[in-house]
């Protein structure tokens, strides 16, 4: 197979699995639904088209031996009148009509009558077949029908008797045509026009015995179609259908559950433990998503201790080294030894911060984002820094409790300082907006800065990660303030996005949602 064919195989088949992904339910309850429906569909289709197939055979079958027999009377019948002299067939015939003896309609016509088109189904073509069959291999009517014969339906209203003019329904009362017109229902008449000597034509009419079965009532031109049947099939297939997705919404409730654990685990990495027992595959995701979530908080106590023991260890040796570089007697040395103690220090405090930054441990209460907002902006006015708060104007009922969520008062504070504090020093004045959009509280703040460099949206939040303009707008900085807020912005079930505003500045935009964190 060439590379190209490969390509256009695999190429084809991401398309096909994206469509599927796209117009396929989303929950796993609803494609288990989908996958029970679709089955039990073929299934019932298959079935029923089965079960069709097998009836209209067998009902092909019994109208054959029925149409058989009515076309051996029939051959009698024409056989009689083929072998009556000629000069008595008319008066025959009109003696029979007028003592009712005749079964069928029979007339002795100069020409050949010309039926309406009918359209036949496989029931009435099956009819058709056997009379042509049986009365072209008559023993007694072979050596004397010396021209054609020519059997087909036609609707009572337009069919034509003693001429191509004559209807059937203009005929005297006396002449036996209400036999062939049953009301209400829409009877097809079978018609035989043998052909004899003289050009005379031989003319009978009938109603089949179970007319009803070739009524187009009864039949479509498809053939034998048993709505009843149809009908408790799907009724039965919806039971089953009820049944199948109260057992789904059982088997998938505990998938649910752990979809839960995981989102509250990923909030603040408490342990959050799941049952451990259902189906197979899930009992080993539950018992692995508990492991998970203990080593997880082990590796995090194990960080905590170890920064901790790292920063006690280290503040005897850097009080020593300060404590020496103080009695050089270099100026020069002393000052470049105390720089690097005091770099060193901060590194420490730095890693001591965002252990503790991250590992919050508070309840979680309601907490009026614009109020903390706007305490954090007096604060940083009070000390002469420039940063204001813009709010929709609402009134006092649109306005109460509009902008509160439930989460963790010092964590939030945390992340908003951090992010009010970086637009002041990085790009003063920072303007500060907040706005509710159905479940979201969305919080701007812009800078006036130079921004971020394109395609760094995401390395600037790696931790130490400084750009050279921070470096030198704030030497003292660590680079864990942005790393720091999105971490606790995400606890919170929210996000971080950093872009420049296309009139310059830094826009920092920190969405949460109204009803997401859950303790």
Not at 352 to 357: D, M, Y
């Amino acid at each position: 197979m060439s590379t190209r064919m490969t390509g256009a195989i695999k190429e084809y088949g991401l398309i096909f699995k994206h469509q599927i992904h796209e117009y396929s339910p989303r929950t796993l309850a609803g494609r288990f639904l989908m996958v029970m429906f679709a089955l039990v569909l073929t299934s019932q289709l298959l079935v029923n088209h089965l079960w069709e197939r097998e009836t209209e055979s067998e009902r092909q079958e019994a109208l054959a031996k029925v149409s058989t027999n009515v076309a051996l009377r029939m051959s009698a019948t024409v056989e009689y009148f083929v072998n009556l002299p000629a000069a008595i067939r008319k008066a025959t015939i009109n003696k029979l009509r007028y003592m009712g003896g005749a079964r069928y309609f029979i007339t002795l016509n100069t020409e050949f009558i010309k039926l309406a088109p009918y359209q036949n189904s496989l029931a009435h073509q099956t009819v058709v077949n056997v009379f042509k069959a049986v009365l072209s291999n008559s023993d007694g009517n072979a050596d004397h029908i010396s021209g054609q014969v020519e059997v087909a339906f036609s609707r009572p209203e337009t069919l034509k008797v003693l001429d191509n003019q004559t209807l059937l329904q203009e005929l005297p009362d006396n002449w036996g045509q209400e036999t062939l017109m049953v009301e209400p229902l829409d009877l097809p008449v079978l018609v035989i026009q043998v052909e004899l000597e003289n050009s005379e034509w031989l003319y009978l009419a009938t109603l089949m015995p179970d007319s009803s079965m070739l009524s187009e009532d009864y039949l479509s031109a498809d053939g034998f179609h048993p709505a009843p049947l149809q009908t408790s099939y799907l009724i039965w297939m919806l039971v089953l259908l009820a049944f199948a997705t109260l057992a789904i919404y059982f088997m998938v409730r505990p998938f649910e559950a752990l979809s839960k654990a995981a989102k509250e685990f990923g909030r603040d990495l408490e342990p959050v433990a799941i049952p451990e027992w259902g189906c197979l595959e899930y009992e080993r995701t539950a018992q692995a998503f508990n492991q998970m979530q203990k080593n997880i908080r082990h590796y995090m106590n194990d960080r905590k201790q170890l920064f901790s023991g790292i920063s006690h260890d280290l503040k005897t040796p850097i009080t020593r080294l300060r404590l020496r570089a103080e009695m050089l007697d270099n100026d020069t040395q002393r000052e470049a030894f105390i720089s690097d103690l005091e770099h060193l220090e901060i590194m420490v405090k730095s890693a001591l911060q965002v252990v503790s930054n991250t590992d919050i441990h508070e309840n979680p209460r309601v907490v009026d984002l614009e109020r903390m907002l706007n305490d954090i902006t007096l604060a940083a006015q009070s000390v002469g820094q420039r940063a204001w708060l813009h709010t929709p104007f609402l009134n006092h009922r649109e306005h109460e409790g509009l902008y509160e969520i439930t989460g963790k008062p010092l964590a939030l504070k945390r992340c908003l300082e951090n992010l009010i504090g970086n637009a002041i020093v990085y790009g003063a004045p920072a303007n500060i907006y907040i706005e509710r959009v159905k479940d979201q509280i969305i919080i701007t703040i812009r800078d006036n800065g130079p921004g971020i460099p394109e395609g760094m949206e995401e390395t600037i939040f790696k931790p130490y990660f400084r750009l050279e303009y921070g470096c030198q707008k704030n030497p003292d900085g660590n680079g864990l303030g942005l790393a720091t807020a999105r971490h606790l912005a995400q606890i919170h079930g929210g996000s971080l996005r950093l872009r420049n505003h296309p009139e310059g500045g830094l826009v920092v935009t920190l969405i949460l949602q109204t009803t997401e964190f859950v303790s």
